[in-house]
């Protein structure tokens, strides 16, 4: 039997009725929505919560992989120790099967917006969410369906893959479009999670507005390495435009706590992966070592013995002094890479009383509780922190920005820390304790190198309390930093490297074999976790 391709499934997820042949229209439900009914308004929210709500899609591989998180849990060896575990390929096409099903919804909601002037700034808000949208599942990837995707409708179930640098090249001028058409003085669409918190419909489309100039400097900023012209052109048009200017601009969407499946930190819900997922040594060292006040903000150490350190609802102590990082590539497996086993051991954490029992990992490190452990927690789409470290790093290239690299790198680190309040208020850093610290620690401006290795250190402990790993990764892989000691673990696929990308959805091997093979024949190595997307060079 012929399986149903990712593009058709995701078509189905569409409940719109749009009927025009005499059949239909005899059949035609009296109680449901027509086209010339419908207001596409109502597939934003939908669209925006699937892009953002991503759970093990980027917990599993992302988070250790790039050393914020680290685990003895056997799921998590996937990104911890790069070895393939339970249903890896299901997470490693996760972002792909992610990215055409947020894509059809977006596609529907371009369409019928497309044209009618009452939904003119949803229909530019969707083109932009849309370029977004694939630039994420292309960064993934490299190479996907973009021309052809979303046409299921016109019979189109087997796209061709388009190159990334083709893609780059239209989703650059569709950001650029659609950024300068909207008009704040029009109405903002309904049902928009990201900017709801805003009072009226021109502070909403202003912040739009920086948004979509804030995205196009993201993006210019991943062609460095293969089109230095081109994002340089691309970067000063988004300065120009306006880019985010404050915290105030942050995009996020706050998840719904009566929701089940809200919030990115619901997966830090389930019993194995809160009692083994810790916060990785690596990431803890960088903050300990130059009294980073984010260290208390962000993580503590659970409270003795093993019914407390699986005790959800029990907060841990979060002293800086007390913090310590669970080292990335062990396990509980007894064997020579036992946790237990291993050099630095602190020891169990000893039991709380007769009836209690020592726990393994309970003197290290976790996501602390009333920060991450939350259904109603904050989703980050875009921050103004990444838009301060970008603006530093196309100063530090010599590009037109006003004002200083050492400037907009301090400005980076203090939004990094007060931002950090948009996740629960036990997470407040006060502005004067974050201009206290970035004035002790300046840009180091002794080199390029020097400057570039500070900016996207502290632009990967920014994106990584704010648990938006797939966007740490990628500007990991564009500029090299923070530096990262690949982990060595028997039976590792990767040949001891950190992931470079992800395989390809599975289901695309039968039900779009010609585009498929197409696509990994592109690519240096094959369809392998190894291989380098266009612009990672």
């Known amino acids: 039997m012929k399986r149903t391709s990712v593009y058709v499934l995701s078509l189905l997820m569409l409940s719109l009725a749009g009927c025009t042949d005499k059949f239909d229209e005899i059949n035609t439900d009296p109680n449901q929505a027509t086209e010339q009914q419908w207001d596409p308004n109502f597939f934003l929210p939908n669209a925006q919560n699937n892009y953002v709500n991503l759970g093990y899609d980027q917990m599993l591989y992302q988070g250790p992989m790039l050393q914020v998180l680290a685990s003895t849990f056997t799921y998590y060896g996937n990104g911890d120790k790069y070895v393939n575990t339970q249903n890896s390929t299901s997470y490693q096409g996760a972002i792909f099967n992610r990215t055409y099903s947020t894509g059809t919804t977006l596609a529907e909601m371009i369409r019928l917006s497309k044209d009618k002037p009452q939904y003119a700034n949803l229909y530019q808000i969707g083109r932009i969410l849309q370029a977004m949208n694939v630039l994420r599942g292309t960064d993934t990837y490299g190479d996907i369906p973009y021309t052809q995707a979303f046409q299921a409708k016109a019979g189109t179930t087997a796209p061709k893959y388009d190159t990334q640098q083709s893609i780059y090249t239209a989703l650059l001028k569709e950001i650029d479009e659609a950024t300068a058409a909207l008009d704040v003085n029009q109405a903002a669409p309904t049902g928009d999670m990201i900017y709801s918190r805003l009072s009226s419909s021109t502070a909403k489309m202003t912040a739009w507005k920086k948004f979509g100039y804030s995205l196009m400097l993201r993006t210019a900023m991943r062609l460095i390495k293969v089109d230095a012209a081109t994002a340089k052109t691309y970067a000063e048009k988004a300065i120009a435009g306006g880019v985010f200017t404050s915290n105030d601009d942050n995009a996020y969407i706050q998840a719904d706590a009566n929701y089940a499946a809200s919030g990115i930190y619901n997966v830090y819900q389930v019993t194995?992966?809160?009692?083994?997922?810790?916060?990785?040594?690596?990431?803890i060292d960088a903050l300990k070592s130059t009294s980073d006040p984010r260290l208390s903000a962000v993580a503590e150490v659970p409270q003795t013995g093993a019914a407390n350190n699986a005790n959800k609802t029990l907060s841990g102590d979060n002293t800086a002094a007390s913090q310590l990082g669970l080292p990335n590539g062990y396990d509980l497996a007894s064997g020579a890479t036992d946790i237990r086993k291993s050099a630095g051991y602190p020891g169990p954490s000893p039991a709380a009383n007769d009836k209690d029992s020592d726990a393994p990992l309970g003197k290290y490190s976790r996501p602390r509780i009333s920060v991450y452990l939350k259904k109603n927690g904050t989703m980050m789409v875009l921050s103004y922190a990444e838009v301060e470290f970008l603006l530093a790093e196309a100063k530090v290239r010599g590009w037109n920005v006003s004002g200083t690299a050492a400037d907009?790198?301090?400005?980076?680190?203090?939004?990094?820390?007060?931002?950090?309040?948009?996740?629960?208020?036990?997470?407040?850093?006060?502005?004067?304790?974050?201009?206290?610290?970035?004035?002790?620690h300046p840009l180091d401006v002794t080199s390029t190198d020097a400057s570039l290795k500070a900016i996207n250190t502290q632009f990967w402990l920014a994106t990584g309390t704010m648990f938006n790993f797939i966007e740490a990764w990628s500007n990991w892989r564009?500029?090299?930093?923070?530096?990262?000691?690949?982990?060595?673990?028997?039976?590792?696929?990767?040949?001891?490297?950190?992931?470079?990308?992800?395989?390809?959805?599975?289901?695309?091997?039968?039900?779009?074999?010609?585009?498929?093979?197409?696509?990994?024949?592109?690519?240096?190595?094959?369809?392998?976790?190894t291989s380098r997307v266009w612009w990672d060079k």
């Open 408 to 440: 907009h790198y301090k400005n980076g680190i203090v939004a990094a820390m007060t931002s950090l309040i948009q996740l629960d208020a036990s997470a407040e850093i006060k502005a004067e304790a974050a201009q206290t610290w970035a004035a002790a």
């Open 478 to 529: 564009r500029t090299g930093y923070p530096v990262l000691t690949p982990i060595n673990y028997p039976g590792n696929v990767t040949g001891s490297t950190i992931p470079r990308r992800m395989i390809y959805l599975s289901t695309e091997i039968s039900t779009n074999p010609t585009s498929y093979t197409e696509a990994v024949n592109r690519l240096s190595g094959g369809d392998l976790l």
């Open 272 to 283: 194995d992966d809160y009692r083994e997922l810790r916060f990785a040594k690596t990431f």
